[in-house]
């Protein structure tokens, strides 16, 4: 199992990223994947949940709005969009395999960083 | 839920026995509670999850207890690996997810 995430982002503030995680080494639609963010000495902040088999989404409150988490099966990648950043959104942000039902997140990916700055 | 972890930072020498705590603001299902090591630059890794089991590859000096509001990680004999930063983690409803706030584990 692997999941290989895209590189270094730079963005100024009010812009948006998206970040990709491809994924290999199973059946992708055999379980949901979390994104993580962790910002410069802080600890983890989850941010999201996606279904891959029914692109169902649940969100963290404080990202509501913001955030929006989607799948391409036929790529097995899974995609985290954050629009409006400002510069308390620079963090590493990691997308994990969610195994749900308090099992855990076996696989990470290796994480984005993405800074914002004017 | 809110989960608060202690110490925040905890200083052990190799070879012995690390307990670190997990507590909730209210009562959980240790069915329902994980736990991570990170490592300085890199990503984290899934310890003990469900009812206290390991993960693959985790040794057995790794151990998950607790119930109710109060759980712990417990390390028995330290490796020199092992010093890291440690998450637990709850799986329940709005939010889906919760982390608690970390224990680093350092080398005294």
């Known amino acids: 199992v692997q999941l290989v995430q895209s590189g270094v982002e730079v963005r100024k503030p009010g812009a948006s990223v998206k970040v990709s995680c491809k994924v290999s080494?199973?059946?992708?639609?055999?379980?949901?994947f979390s994104w993580v963010r962790q910002a410069p000495g802080q600890g983890l902040e989850w941010m999201g949940w996606i279904s891959a088999y029914t692109g169902d989404t649940e969100y963290s409150e404080k990202f509501q709005g913001r955030v929006t988490l989607t799948t391409d099966t036929s790529t097995s990648t899974v995609y985290m969009e954050l629009r409006s950043l400002r510069s308390d959104d620079t963090a590493v942000y990691y997308c994990a395999r969610d195994l749900g039902w308090g099992l855990g997140f076996d696989h990470w990916g290796q994480g984005n960083l993405v800074t914002v700055s004017s | 839920i809110v989960l608060t972890q202690s110490p925040r930072t905890l200083s052990l020498s190799p070879g012995e026995r690390a307990i670190l705590s997990c507590r909730a603001n209210?009562?959980?299902?240790?069915?329902?509670l994980a736990w991570y090591q990170q490592n300085p630059g890199q990503s984290p890794r899934l310890l003990i999850y469900?009812?206290?089991r390991r993960a693959t590859g985790i040794p057995d000096r790794f151990s998950g207890s607790g119930s109710g509001t109060d759980f712990t990680l417990s390390i028995s004999r330290l490796e020199p690996e092992d010093f890291a930063v440690y998450y637990c983690?709850?799986?329940?409803?709005?939010?889906?997810?919760?982390f608690g706030q970390g224990t680093k584990l350092e080398i005294k």
């Open positions: 080494g199973y059946t992708f639609t055999s379980y949901g």
């Open positions: 469900g009812d206290s």
């Open positions: 209210q009562s959980i299902s240790i069915s329902h």
């Open positions: 983690q709850h799986y329940g409803t709005s939010p889906r997810y919760t």
